[in-house]
């Protein structure tokens, strides 16, 4: 039975981690069009100045290797999207 349980691991763990890859590849930057504000920034910076223009809070907090608006992840009370 291992024998079997081995493959399929590592097919969904292959497919876990592409979802992931998608999954942030769209919060770093909403679609053409959408109107929405992107939750991710390269710069502490960038992430402070949207922390004031769209989410209501101030400063910044790492995430991975960017930044988010925000002191503390979930403050943000303003018109941007939940993250």
């Known amino acids: 039975m291992s024998?079997?349980?081995?493959?399929?691991?590592?097919?969904t763990a292959?497919?876990?981690?592409?979802?992931?890859?998608?999954?942030?590849?769209g919060l770093a930057a909403p679609a053409?069009?959408?109107g929405g504000v992107p939750a991710l920034y390269p710069t502490q910076a960038e992430a402070e100045k949207a922390a004031?223009?769209?989410?209501n809070c101030t400063g910044a907090?790492?995430?991975g290797n960017?930044?988010?608006?925000?002191?503390k992840h979930g403050d943000g009370q303003g018109s941007g999207p939940s993250h």
Do not use: E
């Not at 024998?3 to 097919?11: T, V």
């Not at 292959?14 to 590849?25: I, R």
């Open 32 to 34: 053409a069009g959408s």
């Open 14 to 25: 292959a497919a876990m981690g592409a979802n992931l890859l998608l999954s942030a590849a």
């Open 66 to 71: 960017q930044w988010m608006p925000c002191a």
């Open 52 to 55: 004031k223009l769209h989410f």
């Open 3 to 11: 024998s079997l349980s081995s493959p399929w691991a590592a097919r």
């Open 61 to 63: 907090h790492k995430m």
